[in-house]
């Protein structure tokens, strides 16, 4: 069945035919269509390569040091990460949906599949950031603000982390560490050039205040190496999926705005399927980072 | 091939030629990847010793499967594109393998280097 | 040469003719905003020359104060950290703001489409952002350079990257974007051969110039994520240090190694698969020959672009990296050899027996030949494992990769700049003025590099500031021929712009060549082409007879007796 076959009448917005949405320098909506078609799908080509760096680093340190992720992995809450599973599922579905809609030209359908996906997109970043939060409170920051790096190099938390910010076992300091290190690893790092330095002053080194820092209760990680390495994947590899995800909700918001206008139709549905495709790339990685992350024992 | 895109021939003044999925295959595929999603958390607790990977690897490549096929509509595109899409994974997989086999070759000196570090710190 | 200014400069030069606005995408509509908001290809690829030779002037700068500097031994002006920034300044600069995007962002932009007979790219957008990104990139380099400088060499390799107190992240930020930047520009080409090729040009009747594009874009859409991710986890091991890369937190240095050349290695055959094609289209117009062997040369360009993903080791021999893969990378490094010699024994074929005439691009090409050979030979002693040992990281791998990526790429780029400068302005540079400025690169480019050879294969290494008094004579013929270099360098580019105010008005087809872009008039009109040009075969020159009125060639029906002076 396709979209010749399977509508006839045209759709009630007559104002944008076919023809206005076909660009200069491209022949017929079919050329344009599979041009951006192709077009996506080599963009998501480049997406699994990014990915990949991450998966790669994460199968290295697993095969080598798997004892490093069966410790770690009893922080994560395996829980949290399957209801985000099926959210994320759940919006794939009304994506496809939506794709569908779009194609027969029902426009309030599309709207309605449109809404509930970027909802579903939302519910998403709440669940991810409740579980950063409950990790944020157990000091398990990425990095060397992560408290079993203190704990493991001390010398070198002295030297990139102030006294007032390294972990001391107390919860209240949990608030302020993260400021450097959320930004850095959420937004790419937009201001690099402060907060680099800066701590480097308070390097003279005192009492260790974070040598007992392990013994607050939660991970019974005593005598395992190297533990941060899972916590900065973890952060890499969700953070940057979170930022797909951010920056899926702004093209499905860009495609709200455009159906609105009643710009789709079975004519001209292009920017539904092509935010789609990525919509489902971005399920489908993770679908991976579920169980890699997650379900490890 | 002019300015402006003219109507074409009549069997093309209807817009694109592209596949639309039916209500059934949408949920049928939204309803096995619920499944397997259960089946992962399910079998979490069951220890299946080293291979364990290998299973949540092995059905997440099942879903994976089913969403780009699906979902994605892979199954009608061009083999051109799904064929690009495959030989992007292939690179994925030179890309990890070849750097885990050197990894894994060189571990012991890097062990090596530890427990020396270690014992000299200890002394 | 400013971009908002350009198309005034023609205003008088062109418009006596019978042309309208319409006729030249030059005057088509004026103004600064004209060019920087243009969806144009042949604007955006005019746009791209301009930001890449500025960036080349200023790593050429870079490499002069360097060569300079090493007239002596001992310190002349620059201390070892300057140096040390100086070196890796001229390097990023040189790899990522020009080499990467010289050929194909800045004249595959132009070519591409006009060659296929297309009014656009495929997603013009796309290709304006990819442009901006550049320019994002290019300034987040001038800010790393302006608030610290950058010293960890342009490979940032840890652990130093991670403890400099110079600009890592800056530069870093700008290797991302450019990153994007490289990859929106192989996107849009490769979805453009592959939907809008015109009717009757098949894969095997495209120029051999749109083939290396292609390859190149492949590896730009599976190399340069790597490299964007790459970027992204040293950024975080250097302001988190999560312990991936940094051994002082349990990381893996050569894992980071792995990473970098997973992407940069196949990045060296997107610097050079352009520049062979351009090689590959100017040695069969001036030899007015067929070009021989065209589909080995095809494939050639793929299988390099293939086998370049399989190599990446080879920059990793005394890293730690393990014995096993040493082996293996050593081995498979040599197979790369074997697509570069089939395009250089084909080009050679070409030449047999052609009419082979000495216009300054085949100047260039004769030139390209000459040094990517000596550079690519040269890489058989880097790639077998026991003389690497030897020879990494001295001068010797310095000569090895400037003679393939100056000697190939930058020379084959000028040479490609001349060919198409036509075509790009409507105006002819003086042939005499460009052979001289050629004759002066070529010598100048051998007398820099040559002594580097000797001086790297008797044990001067690479990146030192000061060296003792054996190697003083071979440093000192280098720094003349750096001198020598840049003058030739300076004066070719000079010769082109001169022509913008002086040069003789260019006819359609000046080197008589049977791709598509020399059907339309020079400079093309704002939509390429009002009706599809016909497509033939690519390198079929038996049609094209010298005219002298129009002081091109014209088409001719039927075969027709050849000419080759003109």
Same mark, same amino acid.
């Given at each position: 069945?396709?979209? =010749?076959?399977?509508?006839?009448?045209?759709?009630?917005?007559?104002?944008?035919?076919?023809?206005?949405?076909?660009?200069?320098?491209?022949?017929?909506?079919?050329? *344009?269509?599979?041009?951006?078609?192709?077009?996506?799908?080599?963009?998501?080509?480049?997406?699994?390569?990014?990915?990949?760096?991450?998966?790669?680093?994460?199968?290295?340190?697993?095969?080598?040091?798997?004892?490093?992720?069966?410790?770690?992995?009893?922080?994560?809450?395996?829980?949290?990460?399957? @209801?985000?599973?099926?959210?994320?599922?759940?919006?794939?579905?009304?994506?496809?949906?939506? &794709?569908? =809609?779009?194609?027969?030209? *029902?426009?309030?359908? $599309?709207?309605?599949?449109?809404?509930?996906?970027?909802?579903?997109?939302? &519910?998403?970043?709440? &669940?991810?950031? %409740?579980?950063?939060?409950?990790?944020? *409170?157990?000091?398990?920051?990425?990095?060397?603000?992560?408290?079993?790096?203190q704990e493991q190099y001390p010398t070198v938390a002295d030297k990139y982390v102030s006294k007032e910010n390294q972990a001391s076992g107390g919860a209240e300091h949990a608030t302020e560490a993260p400021a450097h290190g959320e930004e850095h690893s959420e937004e790419h790092g937009s201001t690099p050039a402060t907060g680099e330095h800066e701590e480097h002053a308070h390097a003279e080194a005192g009492g260790h205040a974070h040598a007992e820092a392990g013994g607050h209760g939660h991970g019974g990680a005593q005598g395992v190496r190297n533990i941060h390495i899972f916590?900065?994947?973890?952060?890499?590899?969700?953070?940057?999926?979170?930022?797909?995800?951010?920056?899926?909700?702004?093209?499905?918001?860009?495609?709200?705005?455009?159906?609105?206008?009643?710009?789709?139709?079975?004519?001209?549905?292009?920017?539904?399927?092509?935010?789609?495709?990525?919509?489902?790339?971005?399920? $489908?990685?993770?679908?991976?980072?579920?169980?890699? @992350?997650?379900?490890?024992? | 091939m002019s300015d402006h895109a003219q109507p074409n021939d009549d069997s093309h003044d209807h817009g694109i030629h592209a596949h639309v999925m039916s209500m059934s295959t949408l949920f049928g595929t939204f309803a096995a990847l619920l499944v397997l999603t259960g089946l992962t958390v399910a079998i979490y607790e069951i220890d299946f010793g080293a291979i364990d990977i290998w299973v949540a690897m092995g059905i997440a490549t099942v879903k994976a499967t089913l969403v780009a096929v699906y979902f994605m509509h892979l199954r009608y595109e061009k083999p051109f594109i799904t064929l690009s899409f495959l030989f992007s994974l292939a690179f994925v997989a030179l890309f990890i393998s070849v750097s885990l086999m050197d990894a894994r070759e060189y571990e012991p000196q890097v062990e090596?280097?530890?427990?020396?570090?270690?014992?000299e710190a200890a002394e | 040469m400013s971009v908002g200014s350009t198309p005034d400069k023609f205003q008088a030069a062109n418009l006596d003719g019978a042309q309208t606005r319409e006729d030249n995408y030059l005057l088509a509509s004026s103004g600064v905003g004209s060019w920087l908001f243009t969806l144009d290809h042949k604007r955006i690829g005019v746009m791209y020359l301009v930001g890449i030779l500025v960036s080349f002037f200023l790593g050429g700068i870079f490499a002069l104060i360097l060569r300079a500097e090493l007239f002596t031994g001992t310190k002349l002006f620059l201390t070892e950290d300057q140096y040390n920034q100086m070196f890796t300044l001229h390097g990023a600069v040189m790899t990522f703001l020009f080499i990467i995007p010289s050929i194909p962002a800045a004249l595959g932009n132009f070519v591409l489409p006009v060659m296929l007979g297309q009014k656009d790219v495929a997603f013009p957008r796309m290709n304006l952002g990819s442009f901006y990104l550049w320019v994002v990139g290019a300034i987040f380099f001038l800010c790393a350079i302006i608030f610290g400088g950058l010293d960890t060499g342009w490979t940032f390799y840890t652990p130093?990257? %991670?403890?400099?107190?110079?600009?890592?992240?800056?530069?870093?930020?700008?290797?991302?974007?450019?990153?994007?930047?490289?990859?929106?520009?192989?996107?849009?080409?490769?979805?453009?051969?592959?939907?809008?090729?015109?009717?009757?040009?098949?894969?095997?009747?495209?120029?051999?110039?749109?083939?290396?594009?292609?390859?190149?874009?492949?590896?730009? $859409?599976?190399?340069?994520?790597?490299?964007?991710?790459?970027?992204?986890?040293?950024? =975080?091991?250097?302001?988190?240090?999560?312990?991936?890369?940094?051994?002082?937190?349990?990381?893996?240095?050569?894992?980071?190694?792995?990473?970098?050349?997973?992407?940069?290695?196949?990045?060296?055959?997107?610097m050079i698969l352009p520049a062979m094609g351009i090689i590959s289209e100017l040695i069969a117009v001036f030899s007015r020959k067929h070009i021989f062997g065209y589909r080995f040369i095809a494939y050639s360009s793929i299988a390099i672009a293939l086998l370049g993903f399989l190599v990446w080791g080879h920059h990793m021999f005394v890293s730690g990296q393990s014995q096993l893969a040493a082996v293996v990378f050593s081995g498979l490094t040599f197979s790369v050899s074997i697509p570069s010699a089939i395009k250089v024994f084909n080009w050679l074929a070409t030449m047999y027996k052609g009419s082979i005439s000495l216009a300054t691009p085949m100047c260039y090409a004769l030139a390209f030949i000459f040094l990517f050979t000596i550079g690519g030979l040269t890489g058989l002693f880097l790639g077998a494992l026991a003389t690497d040992i030897q020879l990494h990281d001295t001068y010797f791998v310095v000569a090895h990769f400037h003679y393939v990526m100056m000697g190939g790429t930058l020379v084959a780029f000028v040479g490609g700049l001349y060919y198409w400068w036509p075509k790009m302005f409507g105006v002819m540079y003086n042939e005499n003025a460009g052979r001289l400025f050629c004759l002066i690169v070529f010598l100048g480019f051998n007398l820099t590099f040559f002594p580097q050879f000797i001086m790297g294969a008797r044990g001067m290494p690479r990146r030192y500031a000061r060296y003792v008094e054996e190697f003083q004579i071979y440093h000192q013929l280098s720094t003349l021929g750096a001198f020598l270099l840049g003058i030739g360098m300076v004066g070719a580019i000079g010769v082109l712009l001169y022509s913008l105010y002086r040069g003789k008005k260019a006819p359609a087809n000046p080197w008589g060549a049977n791709t598509l872009e020399w059907m339309c008039s020079s400079p093309p009109p704002l939509a390429n082409f009002d009706n599809p040009p016909p497509v033939g075969d690519p390198y079929d020159y038996s049609n094209l007879r010298y005219d002298e009125r129009e002081g091109g060639y014209v088409t001719v029906p039927g075969p027709a007796k050849k000419t080759s002076s003109h």
């Open positions: 069945m396709t979209v =010749a076959e399977s509508t006839h009448e045209h759709d009630a917005h007559g104002h944008h035919s076919p023809e206005a949405h076909v660009a200069h320098h491209f022949e017929s909506p079919q050329q *344009q269509f599979d041009s951006g078609k192709l077009g996506i799908w080599m963009f998501l080509i480049t997406e699994v390569l990014f990915f990949s760096g991450m998966f790669c680093a994460y199968a290295i340190y697993r095969s080598l040091h798997p004892e490093i992720f069966i410790d770690a992995a009893k922080e994560l809450n395996a829980m949290l990460g399957a @209801l985000n599973t099926v959210v994320l599922i759940v919006s794939s579905l009304t994506m496809a949906w939506a &794709v569908r =809609a779009a194609q027969l030209s *029902q426009k309030k359908l $599309l709207i309605v599949l449109l809404w509930i996906t970027l909802a579903l997109a939302g &519910v998403f970043l709440g &669940v991810k950031t %409740v579980e950063y939060t409950t990790k944020f *409170q157990h000091e398990l920051y990425p990095g060397i603000y992560n408290h079993f790096a916590f900065g994947i973890y952060y890499m590899m969700t953070g940057i999926h979170a930022i797909h995800i951010i920056g899926g909700m702004g093209a499905i918001g860009w495609l709200i705005y455009r159906a609105n206008k009643g710009e789709f139709s079975s004519e001209y549905f292009g920017p539904v399927d092509y935010v789609g495709l990525y919509w489902h790339l971005v399920d $489908l990685i993770w679908i991976y980072l579920f169980p890699l @992350l997650y379900l490890i024992h | 090596a280097l530890h427990n020396a570090q270690m014992q | 130093y990257s %991670v403890t400099t107190s110079t600009r890592v992240i800056l530069a870093l930020l700008g290797v991302f974007v450019l990153g994007f930047s490289s990859i929106f520009t192989g996107l849009n080409f490769i979805v453009t051969i592959n939907t809008m090729r015109p009717h009757g040009m098949t894969w095997f009747k495209m120029p051999l110039f749109l083939w290396s594009i292609y390859a190149t874009s492949i590896i730009q $859409l599976l190399a340069t994520p790597v490299l964007g991710i790459t970027g992204l986890l040293l950024i =975080a091991e250097r302001a988190l240090h999560i312990g991936i890369f940094d051994p002082e937190m349990g990381g893996d240095p050569v894992l980071f190694q792995h990473f970098f050349w997973f992407y940069s290695h196949p990045a060296v055959y997107i």
